[in-house]
């Protein structure tokens, strides 16, 4: 079931993402918890729990129209969970006007397969090297 992250998930959130084997936090200084609070108290940060066990989450940036955070645990994937985040942050940026969205991502990835397959374009490489994907909402 997605659900929309409390205070108390950020520990298994941060666990999730720097569990990842692909798009690996390098500096981890560009994710501070005050980042994550704003997202997790403006358009929210949205979880898949099953269980009582967070598997996975999803953030949008309304202010630019970005998929700031989409991760699985790495022993939940390719189980639709993705997707349905996926699809959440995407909700969340077409209720809030935007009509089109980007994300960055590490080229090769299996990420980068999925964007793809949902019909978004790959449309050049940020400084940093990962790939950028545009998508239609």
Same mark, same amino acid.
């Given at each position: 079931?997605?659900? /929309?992250? /409390?205070?108390?998930?950020?520990? /298994?959130?941060?666990?999730? &993402? ?11 200084? /560009?994710?501070?918890?005050?980042? @994550? ?6 358009? $929210? ?6 269980? $009582?066990?967070? !598997? ?5 940036d309304t202010r630019d129209g970005s998929i700031w955070a989409l991760?699985m645990a790495n022993d939940h994937q390719r189980r639709g969970i *993705?997707?349905? !985040? ?10 809030? *006007?935007? &009509? ?7 080229? $090769?990835?299996?990420?980068? *397969?999925? @964007?793809?397959?949902? *019909?978004?374009? &790959?449309? $050049? ?13």
């Amino acid at each position: 079931m997605i659900r /929309r992250a /409390r205070p108390e998930d950020h520990p /298994r959130i941060t666990e999730i &993402r720097n569990g990842v084997t692909e798009n690996v936090l390098r500096d981890p200084s /560009r994710v501070t918890v005050e980042d @994550y609070r704003w997202f997790e108290q403006n358009p $929210g940060v949205w979880v898949w729990e099953d269980n $009582g066990v967070i !598997l996975g989450f999803s953030a949008a940036d309304t202010r630019d129209g970005s998929i700031w955070a989409l991760f699985m645990a790495n022993d939940h994937q390719r189980r639709g969970i *993705g997707r349905a !985040l996926f699809e959440k942050a995407c909700d969340v940026l077409r209720e809030h *006007g935007h &009509r089109t969205a980007w994300l960055t991502t590490d080229p $090769g990835s299996r990420a980068a *397969g999925f @964007y793809t397959a949902a *019909g978004w374009k &790959r449309i $050049g490489t940020s400084e940093r090297g990962e790939a950028i994907f545009h998508g239609v909402l």
